[in-house]
């Protein structure tokens, strides 16, 4: 029930910078492992290893059992949603359009899709006749935030890469969403990847937290474990 290994991974980028070095560890499917650790440490650097944004210079990563070098980036990224903070939502498009993307790709047919995208509106509190078809400029930042997440969660994927997603919400906004979030996993057999530089924040969302320190892995267990031995 292994998801992702890495297994002495290894990213150097071609300036020589070593963004991480020598890290092993093993996510278990449907829950949820965060990243935790100061800005330039490599959190961001891993998640790119797991889509293939980029490959690693040392080292193999396993997706499902599976070196991730064998897989087609394409098939991998229609397998893996992704979360950042800067939302990149398709302004041009309505808010169901934009939700829709990836199940379009994937040849779902028409009506599957709107049930897909209704459903979807429903679970981030977006009422979908009032949200389905305003653009995203219409929005605020915390309801673009939830069209987001519902895009990353449309085409029912593995896993799902989430890069400080809240990072960019005024701090009530940000407890909602992590409470909604918290909801959403409870029910959804997803493995989640989650990365933040708030402690708290992985205290409360990660069932596994990972802290990193300048390239190095330097502790990884549960909430309790990281609470016992700081
Ligand atoms: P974060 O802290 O959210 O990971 P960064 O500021 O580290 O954001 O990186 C933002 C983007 O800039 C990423 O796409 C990263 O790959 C790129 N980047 C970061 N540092 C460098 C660098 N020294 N040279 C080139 N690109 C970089
Ligand atoms: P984090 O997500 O923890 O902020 P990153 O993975 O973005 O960390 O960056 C780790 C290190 O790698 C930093 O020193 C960063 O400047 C460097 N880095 C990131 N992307 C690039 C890049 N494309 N080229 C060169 N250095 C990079």
Same mark, same amino acid.
């Given at each position: 029930k292994t998801m992702i290994e890495f297994d002495s991974v290894t990213k150097i980028y071609p300036d020589q910078t070593v963004a991480i070095e020598d890290i092993s560890f093993e996510v278990?499917?449907? %829950? %949820?492992t965060v990243f935790?650790?100061?800005?330039?440490?490599?959190?961001?650097?891993?998640?790119t290893?797991?889509?293939?944004?980029?490959?690693? #210079?040392?080292? %193999?990563?396993?997706?499902?059992?599976?070196?991730?070098?064998?897989?087609?980036?394409?098939?991998?990224?229609?397998d893996i949603g992704y979360v950042i903070q800067e939302i990149g939502l398709f302004?041009?498009?309505?808010?169901?359009?934009?939700? /829709? #993307?990836?199940?379009?790709?994937?040849?779902?047919?028409?009506d599957r899709?709107?049930?897909?995208?209704?459903?979807?509106?429903?679970?981030?509190?977006?009422?979908?006749?009032?949200y389905r078809d305003q653009h995203p400029t219409a929005l605020s930042g915390g309801q673009q935030q939830r069209v987001g997440v519902a895009r990353a969660l449309a085409a029912d994927p593995n896993v799902i890469l989430m890069d400080e997603? +809240?990072? /960019?919400?005024?701090?009530? #906004?940000?407890?909602?969403?992590?409470?909604?979030?918290?909801?959403?996993q409870e029910r959804i057999d997803t493995t989640i990847l989650f990365v933040t530089h708030d402690i708290n924040e992985a205290l409360k969302m990660g069932d596994k937290i990972a802290i +990193?320190?300048?390239g190095e892995l330097v502790q990884y267990g549960t909430p309790t474990e990281i609470i016992r031995e700081p």
């Amino acid at each position: 029930k292994t998801m992702i290994e890495f297994d002495s991974v290894t990213k150097i980028y071609p300036d020589q910078t070593v963004a991480i070095e020598d890290i092993s560890f093993e996510v278990e499917r449907g %829950t %949820t492992t965060v990243f935790v650790g100061p800005s330039g440490c490599g959190k961001t650097t891993t998640m790119t290893l797991v889509n293939r944004m980029q490959d690693p #210079t040392e080292g %193999t990563v396993y997706y499902d059992g599976t070196d991730i070098q064998d897989y087609d980036k394409v098939d991998l990224r229609r397998d893996i949603g992704y979360v950042i903070q800067e939302i990149g939502l398709f302004d041009h498009m309505t808010v169901g359009e934009n939700i /829709a #993307t990836v199940p379009e790709l994937k040849g779902w047919d028409r009506d599957r899709i709107d049930e897909r995208v209704d459903e979807l509106l429903e679970l981030m509190n977006l009422p979908p006749e009032t949200y389905r078809d305003q653009h995203p400029t219409a929005l605020s930042g915390g309801q673009q935030q939830r069209v987001g997440v519902a895009r990353a969660l449309a085409a029912d994927p593995n896993v799902i890469l989430m890069d400080e997603p +809240f990072g /960019a919400l005024d701090p009530i #906004t940000r407890e909602e969403l992590q409470d909604e979030f918290l909801d959403i996993q409870e029910r959804i057999d997803t493995t989640i990847l989650f990365v933040t530089h708030d402690i708290n924040e992985a205290l409360k969302m990660g069932d596994k937290i990972a802290i +990193f320190d300048v390239g190095e892995l330097v502790q990884y267990g549960t909430p309790t474990e990281i609470i016992r031995e700081p």
